[in-house]
């Protein structure tokens, strides 16, 4: 490392050993042989950085809330015996030059690997969520197959093999989305996608229906993982400034799964047979499962506690450690949390019953074509099932067309008014992407209804509608859950996760209805009415983008997050007070006092709080 600067040496305690110097902020030591040691300039600006750049960046919230579990910061990084004020001045009883950190170019710190290798694992990861997302619709394609070997008459029954893999991918985020906080990563996507891969081989040799039932189910918690934690990976590896580029990237994956799910299994189905659907996708997930087993831990916590085991280790000092160290509520208290808060924010707060409803019903919506497509090409058209996948490629189109036009969409948001207590656009922002989508969809969905039959039209019409009606649905499935995001702060993974349930069920049962809806409406009215339904939800993003704010205010739990964070206000500016008597050597111990009972009278009002969600 090169030579610092003197404003970047550090007074820390001679402690007698020999082993490196650890990153750290400040320290001030009394009764204790001090020597000068170079602090990492990383160090310490990163943090301050890093909370400016994610304030001034309104994906920001959502970048967090697809990170991690649905534990705040405060529960994340609350320790008994040590807390931290805004400018991370240690007053617990661990002594700060013992803090394991990441310092410049440290070879363990994620976003210091090399370019190439950080793009290799933003694309495992994606490949790896491609596959799970991919097996959710592939399944539509051999459902002829599997209805005519296994004598179904049923159709509806024969959809609930999509019905229980929607349900268990939202079930296994909620259960395995914390086992990267305690186990790390790699580990969770190593033992998740092998069980993932293990359920396919039951689908592929099955000899009765119910079988394939039940096992997708699992298979489908098990592949969970890679839904609730690539996102996290993404985050881990990738600074502020690249971090939207990196999502982008990674969204391609996941969001054109349900499209590629039937073109490619449309083909495989027709030449190889239903049961060569799942002997692929096994093929897919084993791949997947390589590629992630070569990935390295990405998530800095995990790390950084590893090091610090090792230092007292090595050093037999056991006054190492890394803000990290005990952090963690335990398993049984994190999937506590993880199954109750999100279930209670839902049920409680009025926004997310208007927002749960519109986001689950264009989703389901969407999930519906692939009920209609294999009507309307296969039987009305007399496509073969290859072809059938093929016309999906209209919604692939439109969803591409909305991850790359992202840039674009940044700048509309950034150009909204902003918030004076903040500096940052209001959440309402991103809802101004949603109206232009509100009208997408619905216009999306009629001209593939009015297209698609007769059948004397010609096909290129029914493909075209799925542009704007691709377009539409990622663009509320992304800025739906930016807003949500924003608007619930330190909440936005519960808020998300509660919508991701909901989102699930509803997408996994309209389809049921689908087959006897179509025939009995016939696929243009059928298809009318679920447009005109769309069109009636219109109205929900343009109130909430006129009076969000207000709607907002009103909200209980934003209004206890708002007086918390007037509250943190508050203590952040004891804390400069008190840091500012200090070094200027004047200590009022009144003053003091009076502000350590204050912080923890707010501090136990805050904890009850909490405890309440």
Same mark, same amino acid.
Request: charged share 20%; net charge neutral.
């Given at each position: 490392?090169?030579?610092?600067?003197?404003?970047?040496?550090?007074m820390?305690?001679?402690?007698?050993?020999?082993?490196?110097?650890?990153?750290?902020?400040?320290?001030?030591?009394?009764?204790?042989?001090?020597?000068?040691v170079?602090?990492?300039?990383?160090?310490?600006h990163?943090?301050?950085?890093?909370?400016?750049?994610?304030?001034?960046?309104?994906?920001?919230?959502?970048?967090?809330?697809?990170?991690?579990?649905?534990?705040?910061?405060?529960?994340?990084?609350?320790?008994?015996?040590?807390?931290?004020?805004?400018?991370?001045?240690s007053?617990?009883?661990?002594?700060?030059?013992f803090?394991?950190?990441?310092?410049?170019?440290?070879?363990?710190?994620?976003?210091?690997?090399?370019?190439?290798?950080?793009?290799?694992?933003?694309?495992?990861?994606?490949f790896?969520?491609?596959?799970?997302?991919?097996?959710?619709?592939?399944?539509?394609?051999?459902?002829?197959?599997?209805?005519?070997?296994?004598?179904?008459?049923?159709?509806?029954?024969?959809?609930?093999?999509?019905?229980?893999?929607?349900?268990?991918?939202?079930?296994?985020?909620?259960?395995?989305?914390?086992?990267?906080?305690?186990?790390?990563?790699?580990?969770?996507?190593i033992?998740?996608?092998?069980?993932?891969?293990?359920?396919?081989?039951?689908?592929?040799?099955?000899?009765?229906?119910?079988?394939?039932?039940?096992?997708?189910?699992?298979?489908?918690?098990?592949?969970?993982?890679?839904?609730?934690?690539?996102?996290?990976?993404?985050?881990?590896?990738?600074? *502020?400034?690249?971090?939207? =580029? #990196? /999502?982008?990237?990674?969204?391609? &994956?996941? @969001?054109?799964?349900?499209? +590629?799910? !039937?073109l490619?299994?449309?083909?495989?189905?027709?030449?190889?047979?239903?049961?060569?659907?799942?002997?692929?996708?096994?093929?897919?997930?084993?791949?997947?499962?390589?590629?992630?087993?070569?990935?390295?831990?990405?998530?800095?916590?995990?790390?950084?506690?590893?090091?610090?085991?090792?230092?007292?280790?090595?050093?037999?000092?056991?006054?190492?450690?890394?803000?990290y160290?005990n952090?963690?509520?335990?398993?049984?208290?994190?999937?506590?949390?993880?199954?109750?808060?999100?279930?209670?924010?839902?049920?409680?707060?009025?926004?997310?019953?208007?927002?749960?409803?519109?986001?689950?019903?264009?989703?389901?919506?969407?999930?519906?074509?692939?009920?209609?497509?294999?009507?309307?090409?296969?039987?009305?058209?007399?496509?073969? *099932?290859?072809?059938?996948? =093929? #016309? /999906?490629?209209?919604?692939?189109? &439109?969803? @591409?067309?909305?991850?790359v +036009?992202? !840039?674009?969409?940044?700048?509309?948001?950034?150009?909204?008014?902003?918030?004076p207590?903040?500096?940052?656009?209001?959440?309402?922002?991103?809802?101004?992407?949603?109206?232009v989508?509100?009208?997408?969809?619905?216009?999306?969905?009629?001209?593939?209804?009015?297209?698609?039959?007769?059948?004397?039209?010609?096909?290129?019409?029914?493909?075209?509608?799925?542009?704007?009606?691709?377009?539409?649905n990622?663009?509320?499935?992304?800025?739906?859950?930016?807003?949500?995001?924003?608007?619930?702060g330190?909440?936005a993974?519960?808020?998300?996760?509660?919508?991701?349930?909901?989102?699930?069920?509803?997408?996994?049962?309209?389809?049921?209805?689908?087959?006897?809806?179509?025939?009995?409406?016939?696929?243009?009215?059928?298809?009318?009415?679920?447009?005109?339904?769309?069109?009636?939800?219109?109205?929900?993003?343009?109130?909430?983008?006129?009076?969000?704010?207000?709607?907002?205010?009103r909200s209980?739990?934003?209004?206890?997050?708002?007086?918390?964070?007037?509250?943190?206000?508050?203590?952040?500016?004891?804390?400069?007070?008190?840091?500012?008597?200090?070094?200027?050597?004047?200590?009022?111990?009144?003053?003091?006092a009076a502000?350590?009972?204050?912080?923890?009278?707010e501090?136990?009002?805050?904890?009850?709080?909490?405890?309440?969600?």
């Amino acid at each position: 490392m090169a030579n610092p600067k003197d404003e970047d040496k550090i007074m820390i305690p001679d402690n007698g050993t020999s082993t490196a110097t650890p990153s750290m902020q400040e320290f001030t030591s009394s009764g204790d042989k001090e020597k000068e040691v170079p602090i990492s300039p990383r160090t310490s600006h990163s943090s301050s950085s890093s909370e400016v750049s994610r304030d001034s960046d309104p994906l920001a919230p959502l970048e967090r809330a697809l990170t991690q579990t649905v534990l705040t910061e405060e529960e994340q990084l609350g320790q008994p015996n040590l807390t931290y004020t805004q400018t991370r001045t240690s007053t617990g009883s661990r002594i700060p030059s013992f803090e394991v950190d990441f310092t410049d170019d440290d070879p363990d710190d994620p976003r210091s690997w090399s370019l190439w290798y950080r793009g290799m694992i933003i694309f495992a990861v994606s490949f790896s969520t491609w596959v799970v997302v991919l097996y959710s619709t592939s399944y539509t394609s051999s459902m002829s197959g599997m209805m005519k070997e296994f004598g179904e008459d049923s159709e509806a029954v024969a959809t609930l093999g999509v019905t229980f893999y929607l349900i268990g991918l939202a079930v296994g985020s909620l259960v395995l989305a914390p086992l990267s906080e305690i186990y790390g990563r790699r580990p969770v996507y190593i033992g998740s996608l092998l069980f993932f891969c293990l359920m396919v081989l039951p689908c592929a040799l099955a000899d009765k229906l119910s079988e394939i039932l039940i096992v997708r189910f699992f298979g489908a918690v098990a592949g969970a993982a890679m839904i609730s934690n690539s996102p996290g990976t993404v985050s881990d590896i990738v600074t *502020e400034n690249y971090r939207a =580029l #990196a /999502f982008s990237i990674w969204s391609i &994956g996941p @969001m054109n799964g349900p499209v +590629t799910g !039937p073109l490619i299994g449309g083909f495989v189905a027709q030449y190889l047979g239903w049961r060569w659907t799942n002997w692929l996708v096994m093929i897919f997930a084993g791949v997947a499962w390589i590629l992630c087993s070569l990935v390295k831990e990405t998530y800095a916590p995990v790390i950084l506690k590893r090091k610090a085991a090792k230092m007292r280790k090595v050093t037999g000092d056991d006054r190492w450690w890394c803000r990290y160290d005990n952090n963690h509520m335990g398993l049984i208290g994190i999937l506590k949390v993880n199954l109750s808060r999100p279930f209670v924010l839902s049920f409680t707060e009025p926004i997310l019953w208007f927002w749960n409803a519109y986001i689950a019903i264009i989703y389901g919506i969407l999930y519906l074509c692939f009920v209609a497509y294999p009507l309307i090409y296969g039987e009305l058209r007399g496509w073969s *099932e290859g072809f059938t996948g =093929l #016309a /999906f490629v209209g919604i692939g189109v &439109g969803t @591409m067309i909305a991850i790359v +036009t992202e !840039p674009f969409a940044r700048r509309i948001i950034n150009s909204h008014p902003k918030d004076p207590k903040t500096g940052r656009v209001y959440p309402e922002a991103s809802v101004s992407i949603i109206c232009v989508a509100a009208f997408l969809c619905p216009i999306g969905q009629i001209w593939f209804s009015w297209t698609s039959t007769p059948t004397t039209i010609h096909w290129i019409w029914p493909i075209l509608a799925g542009v704007p009606f691709g377009a539409g649905n990622c663009l509320v499935f992304i800025y739906a859950s930016n807003y949500l995001a924003g608007a619930y702060g330190i909440y936005a993974a519960s808020a998300l996760a509660g919508n991701a349930v909901v989102r699930s069920a509803l997408g996994g049962t309209l389809p049921l209805a689908g087959p006897s809806m179509y025939r009995a409406m016939t696929p243009r009215w059928a298809g009318t009415f679920l447009g005109l339904v769309q069109v009636v939800l219109i109205p929900i993003p343009f109130v909430f983008y006129k009076w969000g704010d207000q709607i907002r205010a009103r909200s209980p739990l934003i209004k206890q997050m708002r007086a918390d964070q007037e509250k943190s206000q508050v203590r952040a500016e004891r804390a400069r007070r008190r840091q500012e008597r200090m070094e200027g050597g004047v200590r009022d111990v009144e003053e003091d006092a009076a502000d350590a009972e204050n912080e923890g009278n707010e501090k136990t009002a805050e904890v009850r709080a909490s405890e309440k969600l």
